[in-house]
C-alpha cells in the first residue's frame, strides 16, 4: 500500500515562474492538506481539501496560490509568479475522513525560487 | 502566536538516555500528535492522543496530555543514534467544524551523540 507521494521531490523555478505541487493521497483516503514549512520554521497549514471541494483555505495566501483536487487524478497545489520568499517545503497529507484521524505525511516537495 | 510551542528547541543526549520533549499549546484540542522528521525528509507519525486521554504508549515512546495545563511530553526511552531528529508536535483544534488541519510549533531538534 503506497503512502502519500508527492512529485517533484526538488522543483527549482525562476522568479515570475509558476510552480506546480501534485500530492497523490493514499489509497482509499478522499482528504487532502497542504502544509508549507518555511526554513527554520514549524509547518503551517494552508488548505484542506476533499474530491472536487476546497473545505477550508484559511492558510492559503490571497494571492497567487490556488489548490485542488480533482474528481480524477493528484491533488494540484499551483504557485503563481513565484517570488524567492516561496521558497519552502510543500507537505501534501490524507487522511480517510476529516475528523480527528491521523493525516499521513508524502515526503514534501522542495521549492527553490531563484 | 503558534498554537503548538516545542520545548526546549534543541536538546543533545548521550545514546542510551532518554529524551524528554514538551509542547504547549493554547486552545481546546480534539487531540494532539507528535511527529518525526528526519533532516531533509518528510514527516512521519509518532503517535496521536485525544483529549480525553492522559497517557499514552507505543514502543520506546510516551506521551503524556495535560489538558488542564494544555501541555504534552514526549518521552523517548533508551535513545538511540537513529532518533536524532526534529520532534513536532501538532494539534487538531476544537474548532467546531472549522479547519481541519494541524497547527505545528517550530519543533526541537533532538541529537543523540554516539
Known amino acids: 500500500n503506497a503512502g502519500v507521494m508527492q512529485n517533484p521531490r526538488h522543483l527549482v523555478r525562476r522568479r515570475g515562474q509558476e510552480a506546480r505541487l501534485r500530492c497523490s493521497p493514499m489509497?482509499?483516503?478522499?482528504?487532502v492538506y497542504w502544509y508549507r514549512q518555511l526554513p527554520e520554521e514549524g509547518l503551517k497549514f494552508m488548505v484542506y481539501l476533499q474530491k472536487e471541494n476546497i473545505i477550508d483555505e484559511s492558510g492559503m495566501p490571497k494571492e497567487r496560490f490556488s489548490a485542488e483536487f480533482p474528481k480524477e487524478g493528484p491533488s494540484i497545489l499551483r504557485i503563481q509568479q513565484v517570488v524567492r520568499g516561496d521558497s519552502a517545503a510543500y507537505f501534501c497529507?490524507?487522511?480517510?475522513?476529516?475528523?480527528?484521524?491521523?493525516?499521513?505525511f508524502g515526503p514534501g516537495t522542495r521549492l527553490t525560487v531563484l | 502566536s503558534q498554537q503548538g510551542e516545542e520545548d526546549p528547541q534543541a536538546l543533545s543526549i548521550q545514546e542510551g538516555e532518554n529524551a524528554t520533549m514538551n509542547c504547549s499549546y493554547k486552545t481546546s484540542i480534539n487531540n494532539l500528535q507528535w511527529y518525526r522528521q528526519n533532516s531533509g525528509r518528510g514527516l512521519v507519525h509518532l503517535i496521536l492522543?485525544?483529549?480525553?486521554?492522559r497517557e499514552k504508549h507505543s514502543g520506546r515512546l510516551r506521551v503524556t496530555l495535560d489538558t488542564s495545563k494544555k501541555s504534552s511530553s514526549l518521552l523517548i526511552t533508551a535513545s538511540r543514534a537513529a532518533d536524532t531528529a526534529s520532534y513536532f508536535c501538532a494539534t487538531d483544534p476544537d474548532s467546531g467544524g472549522g479547519a481541519d488541519g494541524l497547527t505545528f510549533g517550530k519543533g526541537t531538534h533532538l541529537i543523540i551523540q554516539p
Open positions: 492522543i485525544r483529549s480525553n486521554e
Open positions: 497529507a490524507s487522511s480517510d475522513q476529516g475528523y480527528y484521524n491521523e493525516q499521513f
Open positions: 489509497k482509499g483516503h478522499s482528504h
